[in-house]
Nanobody, 128 residues
Framework: QVQLVESGGGSVQSGGSLRLSCAAY????????MGWFRQAPGREREGVAV???????NYADSVKGRFTISQDNAKNTMYLQMNSLKPEDTAMYYC??????????????????????WGRGTQVTVST
């Protein structure tokens, strides 16, 4: 089982930036998806961004142009650079990992599947 450890959450003002990190421990398959979900009280959990082991990325429409996902393969660490943060970005952010399915990582983030591995979450709060 892959252990995922998030860091980098916190409180910022609107327009500010945060960088989330997620380190993966344990055996990592060569073909894998790693990314982020978020959930705010009263809202459904939504996929935010995902990157595949071969570097393909996908983003929720709500964060396109503001968030950038990247991966340091040597360190098995994934990053989410969040710029121009808005109050509606306030949520618990969860790191997640899944194997790369034939249809791509989107099938696990916005499709019928759910990632098999989850971090405990890190809170992001954006104030006005």
């Amino acid at each position: 089982q892959v252990q995922l450890v998030e860091s980098g959450g916190g409180s910022v003002q609107s327009g500010g930036s945060l960088r989330l990190s997620c380190a993966a421990y344990g055996y990592i398959y060569s073909s894998i998806c790693m990314g982020w979900f978020r959930q705010a009280p009263g809202r459904e959990r939504e996929g935010v961004a995902v990157i595949s082991s071969d570097g393909n990325t996908n983003y929720a429409d709500s964060v396109k142009g503001r968030f950038t996902i990247s991966q340091d393969n040597a360190k098995n660490t994934m990053y989410l650079q969040m710029n121009s943060l808005k109050p509606e970005d306030t949520a618990m952010y969860y790191c997640a990992a899944d194997f790369l399915r034939p249809g791509g990582c989107g099938d696990s983030w916005w499709g019928p599947f759910t990632p098999a591995n989850w971090g405990r979450g890190t809170q992001v709060t954006v104030s006005t």
